[in-house]
């Protein structure tokens, strides 16, 4: 096992469509590496703007963070919500990624980071949640302009986003958003 | 909840990709329900075939059984070998089947035609099984000759097709199967 | 030529689109296989459900004839309406289906679940021809809900069902999908 | 009906893949309309080509007739090889091909370059008839560099060009194409 | 270089999507050899149907500029607009095809034709731009048609077909066009 | 212009093709997005690995840089290598990404990180290009694992992978894929 192998592994994100969208019906939607980048993007420019604005953020260890958060499905898949109720997601997943992360040197850290995001213990925690849950929210304003109907069950994120600790930070990109959702999502 | 939510459900299968293919990286591979349509199409000709050499099978059973044998997975979705060492893949799809079946007059006597499936504890199960891993083998097959690679982790299960109570009387498919392949599955 | 050729060829039913959604212009739509699999899913249920109520079906006669019914097209493919007019489809079904089902030892016997299902001659005959078209419209539904268009055409289908022997039986399922149509088919 | 109406069926010579392809397994293949754009393409140059050395060709009608040689498919669609012995295609298509061009108000000019097509009785019959085959080849070449397998079939249309009155016109073309194919068709 | 390269090369066409669709989230939308196929039929008719009123247009120049118009795209791919900021797109696409072209002998004459095409500057000019701008439109009807949104930007091109000196000629099929949008694209 | 254009513009990596295998024949390949994700993935985990081995790399900044270094192409796209000849990509690619980085507080600090990616004039612009071309390097062993040929011209990279200052470093993981790519990229 080296880190050939987590990069080959890491490959499957590639070939894995997110289960949300396949099963409503939106032929070849997006990869988990797709969601996967765009919110580390995320992370990077809502970690620096808060940084712009005196907040006391790692934008290292919140980038990472973003980069790992579903590692774990490269082993496990995106196994959809209605499934969850049949599986413990997040012990599988965590267990997954324990065994992904072996030929790195520094598992132990990484596996904190994944712990820190899903239990939003920490201000990188949060930040990479709201990431996680704007980038779906973009994306499914993306597919609302491009037609795709039947996604109003995704939007209920957005009150988890309207509470969380940095919606005053970023009121105006998630009100913007709303917005934009009247409007057919174009800017 | 009705039988149509149960149709509508069933269609989960047209959607997702069996996930043994997509981890290899066969680009649109086939559906659950492409497989599953096949299993019991094949598990049709065996049992009449059997019937026609004086086996006492039911061929009833044995096509309903191949029909419901993956409906769980309308639900749970195609959770793939690797994972399987981070849940307990039978107990959920069990349960998931059970919540999907709920809208039939008949659930219990469905369930039970996939505990014969997964434990291979009657003719009909042991077919099933067979039929189930002869359509995946019959589908490498086609995938090798369309110019795919990296298969032959599939054909491990060869082994237990060969250890089948059914293997005597199929021998010949499976038999014919294997010359198939080494002539690039051109029949 | 042995069962193996045919289990082969029927995976043409995998491979090729349903020509219906292909030319409406839904991307990538389901297989004939994906169709014909949810067919006889929905026979199944519904004849297992007439048999609750005391009617004398052959379930096992039925849910053969739903596997069978569009095995024919593994050969011919799915011509769309448009080009009926041009060849005598239902002919050249039938002889496709008789050369396809040489290696078998009751091609007969199918043959002769072919001719009742297109001719709706038997009981079971009618049921696969409304589970046939019932299955269409829940796809079409399906696909009204993902946010696709211009599917009108496929409802016509209604008036067949609603005039069918077996609509008294699942007046609840057909009337139950067309106000689910009416709420974006969402359950 | 208007040439919109025919600008708009033609359409569905974009949405049909040819089948030959998808039923050896290539997923996603080319669409008619990529072939019959290639295929004038090739039918161009050939052309002027031969018109370069002095041979008295009609350019126009050679296009033409390699834009139209499979309009008749956007209503019949490409029905594959082994179904052409359970229907008389050319006979569909024709039908199809009059009833698409009725817009037009040269109908019996189009039809007379299909005729021509069909029957190889002029120069610019051979010529598209010529343009059609090599087209195919060339992609059954793309194809196989791209990893695609068990197309040997289609090089049979080798020996047709090679008896073709053109082929001492383009033999370079068609013994490159059989070097490139050697070559793993890498020019 | 031989004019095997240059066909083989033309397969780009095939395999490139055209930009404006895929930005606007269409999946698997058209390939630019589709695009082509269609506004060099839809050339065809509307040279002969000038033809027929007495214009004097020249049909084979028409159609081979159809056929060459997007050529250049084989090599340096269909650029979108916004891009168009940043690059000479047309300076590299003339370069580009002057390369592509160098097989043939008569590579200034082709040439030519993209001119003409690129600064309308002769009635076959004008005609191919036409033909082009309405292919788009047809297809952008066909795409509402199936549910696609957000394309309205797509329809600022008919202020320029109703600008163009040949708009008095084709008034009804463009008028039509409109029309036909308003009623989702039916016709 | 706002943030939330700057994340929805990026949705367009999600949308694209990364070209090179496009125009391979490889269908429906890897988007931009999900090769921009493991070139971060793979900065991540080589910049820890330098750090623990005591090389003085700014991690943040590597991060940061493999996620922004294809972010220009969301406007321009991925433009192929032999298009490059008539195009300046770079330049053109920098005026995109000042664009698209306008609604941020940081647009200079961020151009910075992509200069050094181009140039490799610092530390983390070496480990970014060398990851870059390491993650192409592992997406061609997949493909070809998958069965895809004709990538030969790829591996070209490993030439500059063996030259990098970072090669003494990694040399275990670029010979462990030359030696993968030789047992058919399986490990």
């Avoid at 980038?63 to 012990?91: C, N, W």
């Amino acid at each position: 096992m080296s880190l050939l192998n987590l990069f080959i592994e890491a490959g499957n994100l590639k070939k894995l469509r997110r289960s949300g969208w396949v099963l409503r019906g939106i032929p070849n939607p997006e990869s988990i590496a797709d969601h996967s980048f765009r919110t580390a993007l995320i992370t990077l420019f809502l970690a620096d703007e808060l940084r712009n604005r005196g907040v006391d953020v790692d934008v290292e260890k919140a980038v990472k963070m973003a980069l790992l958060h579903d590692l774990g499905e490269a082993r496990i898949t995106d196994i959809p919500m209605p499934a969850q109720g049949y599986f413990d997601k997040v012990s599988g997943e965590r267990k997954a990624l324990r065994d992904i992360l072996k030929p790195t040197k520094r598992a132990e850290e990484y596996l904190e980071l994944f712990e820190e995001y899903e239990s939003e213990s920490t201000l990188e925690g949060k930040l990479v949640k709201f990431a996680d849950k704007l980038e779906m929210l973009v994306q499914a304003c993306e597919y609302e302009r491009a037609g795709f109907n039947a996604l109003d069950e995704f939007w209920g994120a957005l009150e988890s986003l309207r509470k969380s600790d940095l919606y005053p930070h970023f009121k105006d990109v998630i009100e913007g958003l709303v917005r934009a959702r009247k409007q057919n999502c174009l800017l």
